[in-house]
Structure formats: C-alpha cells, structure tokens
Nanobody
C-alpha cells in the first residue's frame, strides 16, 4: 500500500518561505510521477508542480514559476516543495500526489496547511 505523508506547512508572512516535504512508502518511486496540488477553501484542487522521479523532469503552474521549486531525494523516498516569495493567494491546503506511470494508480497524502498573511 502506497502511503504519502506531508509536513512543513505553517503560518508565514508575505514574502517569506516554507519548505514542504512528502515522505513516501510502499512503492518504487522511479515508476511514479509525483507532485503537489493545492486547495483553497471553496475552490477546486489545482495543480502546483510535478516531477518525474526517473528523469527528473519538472513542470510548474504558471502562478508559481520562479517562486517554487520541486525536488526529490530518491534515497529517502522524499519529495520537497521549496516555496519562496509567498503571497496571500498561496494560502491553501497542499497535497502530495503520486501517480504510477504504467498503471495510472493515483495516491494522495492527507494535506498540510499553508497560510500566508498580508
């Protein structure tokens, strides 16, 4: 059973930084594309960033390009999201996601809250 556990959320002020982590277990993550999604109150869950564990290829939402950086530590089965220059509109619950490239099986973490005050 694949499990994803996020950590690192919190309350910060505009312009500050946070680093989110997602620790995975129960899978060979080189077979996965993993990423981060955010969901603000009353809104749909939306894509933030993703990374291919085997190729290292990344993709970002336009709203976070140049501010957020996604990375992996393959040895520790950990994915991180470095969030710099945070804005109030980044306030949301952030979810870790893993999708198997071959089966399409999709897994979510429980989420971590990020709040950016103005």
């Amino acid at each position: 059973q694949v499990q994803l556990v996020e950590s690192g959320g919190g309350l910060v002020q505009t312009g500050e930084s946070l680093r989110l982590s997602c620790v995975g277990s129960g899978a060979t993550f080189s077979n996965y594309v993993t990423g981060w999604f955010s969901q603000a109150p009353g809104k749909e869950r939306e894509f933030v960033a993703r990374i291919n564990w085997s190729s290292g290829g990344t993709k970002y939402a336009d709203s976070v390009k140049g501010r957020f950086t996604i990375s992996t530590d393959n040895a520790k089965s950990t994915m991180a999201l470095q969030m710099d220059s945070l804005k109030p509109e980044d306030t949301a619950t952030y979810y870790c996601n893993a999708e198997n490239k071959y089966t399409g099986a999709n897994y979510w973490g429980q989420g971590t809250q990020v709040t950016v005050s103005s």
